[in-house]
Every structure is written in C-alpha cells, then in structure tokens.
C-alpha cells in the first residue's frame, strides 16, 4: 500500500511495512509507531490486527502516555477485524479456516461490543442481521462463503487472509473512490474488474494475495490426510505469522496451556465413563452394591467418583483437587481469579458471572440457627461471616461433583463433561466451595436454536431466585436464537419459563420414561416449551 512507503517507526526508527510491520500514525505529530514498538505493549481491546485508533504517540500526549480512542468503524471494518483475530488466533475454531458468522463472528463482536464501537454507537435489536447482510453484501471482494468447502451455509473466511485489516480498509477505500471517479467520467467497467485493478496496484507482494492458508486443523480433523508438501507450507504460513504478531505471544501461550488442561480433564471424562458403563453393564442399575463387592485395591477412584452418594453433600472430590493442583489453578473459593478461554467461541470469560451478598437461603438460615443453638451458652461467640453465593462459568474442576448431583436428582449416568466445550453456555453456582445450583445450555440443537439440557438448584437453596437468575443468564447468552426445553407437566418450575416468555409447543407423552427418575413426584410426561427471539 502507498501510504506506508515512506514512513518510519518514530520510536524505533525502522520502515513500517503493509501486513508484516504496521503501526499507528499520530494525530498530533503525524509520525508512525510500529505495534510492536507500543510503550502500551498493545492497544485496547486485544483485537489482533486493530488498528483503528486515533493515536496520540507517547511525546505528544499528556503524562498519562499513549492515548488510544476508537475510531468510527463500520461493520466492514468490524468483520474484517473480527474475522482476522479468530483465523490467528482460533484457527481451531473454524472449520477448514472458515468460521461460523454467528456462533463464532457475532458473538466475539457482542463480547467486544464496548470496545469495538463507539459510545453513542446504538446496538440495534436486530443487529445480529447486519452481520450476515454485511457479509454477504462484500462477499468474493473481502469475504468468502465456504458453504461449498464445509458444505454448510453460514461459514465465512476473509478472501484474501493474508491482508490485515488496515490494508483491506484501506482497498475500500481506493475502491469507492475509484467507483466515483468511474461514475463521472462515464467509463465502462464491472466493479470486479475494478476492484482485481485496485488489489493488484495497491499490493504489490503476490504472496499476500494467496487464498485461504491451510489453517492448522489437524486439531479437529485427525482424519485429514496431508502430504508433505502441505505440511511444509502449513509450518511456513504459522511461522510467518507468529513474526508478524510480535506483542500476542502470551496470549497464545495461556491457550495453548488452557487446550491443554481441557484436553487432561475430557480424557478423565472418558475414562470416568467407560469404567462407569462397564460397572453397569455387569450389574442392575445398582452401581454402589457393584462398587462395594470388589476388593478395595482394586476399586479405582474414577469409580468411586461415580458413585453418587459419595456425593450427595460434598462439593470437589479428592480427584477433581489434585487435577485441580496439577493445573496450577490459582482458585479462591472454587473460583479462578483469572480469565477463563472458552474453547467455543474463543472469548476470555470472566472469572465471575455474579458475586451475590444478599440472598439468605434456607439451608444458610438452618445453619445460622444450628450455630448459633450449639453456642448459645458461650457469651464471646460470634458468627462466623456469611460467604458470597458465586454464579461463575462451569470449569473442568466443577465436573465430578456436577456428574454426582445429576445421577442423583435426575439419573443415572449423566455425563456434563461435554458442556466444556461450550462454557459460555453455562452457569454453575458456588457458596464458598459447594456447588448449590447448575444450568446448562446446548448450542446450535437447530440452527437457530439453542437447548436448555440442565438446569439444577439443591433442595435448601431454592425459591430464593436462584434458578431465575441462571436462566436469566442463558437466556442473554444466546444472541436472539430461539431457546428450548423439556419440563414435567406438574414441575413447578414451568411457571418460571412462563414468566421468561416460554410458551408451551408441544406434550410429550412418557418423555422420561427411558430414565430413572428419582424424584418419583414428578410426572413422566413433559411441556416442551419454546421461548421465541
Ligand atoms: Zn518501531
Ligand atoms: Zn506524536
């Protein structure tokens, strides 16, 4: 591109370069600074490739250093910036380097809502819309639909990823400039003609023009066969990445140790059920009587962990600890104090969802009463403080001890430790480190709509608004898709989907059936309900 040719990095006094060495130009001194020579380190938002700042560089700006202030971006700019950040730095996520415009594009953007677009910017009910209109309004010019590749619709790449978002805005630029100066002079040329003109004159190095790099999928996709000759330009195309993205490193780092703690715990995961489905192949359903009949040496502690009444008040197991301490999990009343990467969508969640300081459940009022009996006659007794209840995202450590809760007040063997995979769509509530309440949702059932699997809150803590704040959350976490779920025709619990909006769709006679319900008062038979976006 032009307007780099000659400009200099103020701080460090080397050539700026299109796509491999891009920097900020101050306002005040018109000078350049590279990214990676920022004092900052990097700009807000963590977006990689974000350029799109009105920068005041570190001599022109009061004592508070650097200043960085969005800019007016248009959704052009969003997606491409979007876009570009996942195949850096998710390109797991994808499938075949494309990327899903909701699941994956609308829903980095709504994280980064705040930080993406200006203050007075207005998110428009139905701006979810805009994306996919935006993106096929630019398609085979900037964005590319990879429904034949992944055969299914609604997968997008960049056309040209090689490019970063500052030089394709800048094409845009050129692009409309030139359609004007067509229009006047009355000249006969197709826009793609134009716009092959414009690529081919504003980027001069041919390799930036490749398509689609094969993206490291081998993650996701063992069964792909690769040759040689691909492997060798897959590790060429990471390479040159990674030295163009000087300031991420540490953040690929943590997802690279986060992917691989995922990947220890969906392991036990699996063991835990094998070991589970063969104790209950051999015997009735009675997995304890099973368990109780080996020789102590020989009962593993994954069994044990399946045993429900192991459970039934506990919160982490013994197990669920020590792969909790081999993670080095800095945790605070089974809550991390740092962020949590979600495999799904690639967005760091916080650590908490909600701290709550209010509510009395109770359970917490029996205890309070039990203690205080017990030490009425000690007159220097005082109550020991009451904990937070914590809404957080469900984590790896939760699992055990969520598996537990579900064999025993739905049935058995329930396995949540797929949900993992998706936490954002999730809810786990802890009082210090007991876990008193889960919810969990199913992305993507349809392709609009997102499915209510579980959602759990003990006996003891209920009716204090728990259950509501947690569908609360699920609800505001599914970016106007339509939500579903089953319910028994006499759990009360439906008058609370009613007042979210559920409407019953549909009877479905003997639906739990197949289960062994513990909970016998509960009708067999089930709503299925529907809550309409
Ligand atoms: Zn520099
Ligand atoms: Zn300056």
């Known amino acids: 591109m032009n307007n780099n040719e000659h400009k200099f990095c103020k701080y460090c006094t080397l050539k700026l370069e299109d796509c491999l060495d891009e920097g900020l130009t101050c ?6 600074v590279h990214l990676r020579c920022l004092r900052s380190g990097s700009v807000p938002g963590g977006l990689h490739g974000d350029i799109f700042f009105v920068f005041t560089c570190q001599e022109c700006s009061s004592p508070g250093g650097e200043s960085f202030n969005r800019e007016k971006m248009s959704w052009l700019k969003v997606l491409v910036l979007v876009l570009y950040h996942l195949q850096s730095r998710s390109p797991g996520l994808g499938r075949k ?6 699941n ?6 709504d994280k980064n809502w705040e930080s993406l677009f200006l203050k007075d910017f207005k998110k428009k009910k139905k701006w979810v819309g805009t994306v996919a209109g935006t993106l096929s309004h630019f398609s085979t010019y900037f964005f590319k639909s990879g429904t034949s590749v992944v055969n299914e619709p609604a997968w997008w790449a960049l056309t040209y990823p090689k490019l970063t978002p500052n030089v394709i805005s800048n094409l845009y630029s050129a692009f409309t400039n030139e359609k004007q100066k067509i229009k006047i002079l009355k000249m006969s040329i197709t826009d793609a003609e134009l716009f092959t003109q414009i690529l081919h004159k504003h980027v001069k190095n041919e390799d930036l ?18 040759d040689e000759e691909a492997k060798k330009t897959k590790q060429f195309s990471v390479n040159k990445r990674k030295s163009l993205l000087p300031t991420f490193e540490s953040t690929s780092k943590k997802l690279l140790k986060l992917n691989k703690n995922a990947t220890v715990f969906s392991n036990l995961g699996d063991e835990l059920t094998a070991s589970y489905l063969k104790q209950n192949e051999s015997s009735s359903n009675d997995v304890e009587l099973s368990v109780k009949k080996k020789p102590y040496s020989e009962e593993k502690e994954s069994v044990k962990l399946l045993n429900p009444l192991c459970h039934y008040n506990t919160s982490l197991s013994s197990a669920a600890k020590q792969k909790g301490n081999q993670m080095k999990v800095r945790l605070m009343g089974g809550i991390r104090k740092d962020l949590i990467l979600s495999p799904y969508s690639s967005i760091y969640l916080k650590p908490y969802i909600r701290r709550d300081t209010e509510t009395y459940p109770t359970w917490l009022r029996l205890m309070t009463e039990i203690q205080m009996k017990a030490n009425e006659k000690n007159e220097e007794y005082n109550l020991p403080a009451r904990a937070p209840i914590d809404y957080t995202y469900v984590q790896p450590e939760h699992i055990p001890a969520i598996n537990s809760l579900c064999n025993n007040f739905f049935w058995s ?5 797929e949900c993992l995979q998706y936490p954002d769509f999730s809810c786990v509530v802890l009082y210090k480190k007991l876990i008193v309440a889960f919810a969990f949702l199913v992305p993507n059932v349809k392709y609009t709509e997102n499915y209510v699997s579980f959602i759990f809150t003990r006996p003891g803590w209920r009716n204090v608004g728990i259950g509501k704040f947690m569908l609360y959350h699920l609800i505001q976490t599914s970016l106007g898709k339509d939500i579903t ?6 759990n009360p619990a439906l008058f609370l989907y009613q007042k979210f909006g559920f409407k019953v769709e549909s009877v479905v006679q003997g639906f739990y059936d197949k289960y062994i319900r513990n909970e016998m008062s509960e009708s067999k038979h089930a709503f299925f309900c529907r809550l309409e976006r």
């Open 27 to 32: 306002r005040s001194c018109s000078e350049s």
């Open 209 to 226: 023009l490749t398509p689609l790099f094969s993206i490291d999928t081998s993650v996701m996709e063992t069964s792909e066969v690769q």
């Open 485 to 490: 779920l089953h319910v028994s025709i006499n």
């Open 104 to 109: 994956h594009v609308a829903s980095l953007i």
């Open 413 to 417: 063997g329930i396995d949540l430790t």
């Open 97 to 102: 380097g494309y990327f899903h415009w909701r």
